[in-house]
């Protein structure tokens, strides 16, 4: 029954990790993270992103433009950049080291003891992936808040807005470390399913023989 539970927890933990994965490679490279709607001129929508800012017109022409430079960033939108790529490189060494410990690939078969240590290590890297994908998602997100409630600028200017991007990059963070988690758990099942090597236990002694004495050939009182 355990061993059953350990192969539904490696799969449901290498979906959520997939899943989480792709969302944070989206996440990192759609410029959706912010929205800017402007009260004189409504058919215009501005959308910021890690990368470049694009202008969405009512007719469905986008017009996007990079950043200009890196270092006139705000800060969060630097660290940001930094943390998200290194997130998409963990979520794919966790996801490549977790799926050379599940029970269904011949890799290391005979090593129990090596595939647990994948899985184990693989789980490690997709949470550390998800918290690397939570932590910028969330600081750019408190910025906009407070930004957004800055009673120090006037009413007429237009504030920024949480986009889609934003939500996205929560689903994620938290969709690599539940897989991750699951991983984890399922390498612990396993190597609670492993079974033990039987103990060495001394054959019976042969019954009727005094305690010193060793039973002789049937004709050990011929000589040659």
Not at 5 to 20: E, F, N, S, V
Not at 102 to 129: I, S, V
Request: net charge negative.
């Amino acid at each position: 029954m355990a061993g059953g539970w350990g192969a539904k927890a490696q799969g449901g933990g290498m979906l959520l990790a997939l899943l989480g994965w792709i969302s944070s490679c989206v996440t990192t490279f759609v410029p959706l993270w912010k929205n800017l709607n402007l009260d004189l001129n409504e058919m215009e929508v501005w959308n910021m992103g890690l990368w470049q800012v694009c202008i969405t017109q009512e007719e469905g022409v986008v017009e996007c433009q990079a950043h200009g430079s890196f270092l006139a960033l705000p800060p969060e939108l630097r660290i940001s950049r930094l943390l998200m790529c290194l997130s998409n490189g963990l979520g794919l060494l966790g996801c490549l080291l977790a799926a050379l410990g599940l029970e269904g690939w011949r890799t290391c078969e005979d090593k129990p003891g090596r595939k647990r240590q994948l899985l184990l290590g693989g789980g490690a890297t997709l949470g550390l992936a998800g918290i690397t994908t939570l932590v910028p998602v969330s600081w750019v997100a408190y910025n906009t808040v407070l930004d957004f409630w800055d009673e120090t600028v006037p009413d007429i200017v237009p504030r920024w807005e949480f986009g889609e991007a934003t939500f996205l990059g929560w689903f994620a963070g938290a969709f690599l470390a539940a897989g991750g988690l699951l991983l984890a758990c399922s390498a612990r099942a396993t190597s609670t399913d492993t079974p033990l090597a039987p103990a060495c236990h001394p054959g019976p002694a042969a019954p009727g023989l005094p305690r010193g004495h060793h039973p002789h050939p049937k004709n050990a009182d011929l000589v040659i």
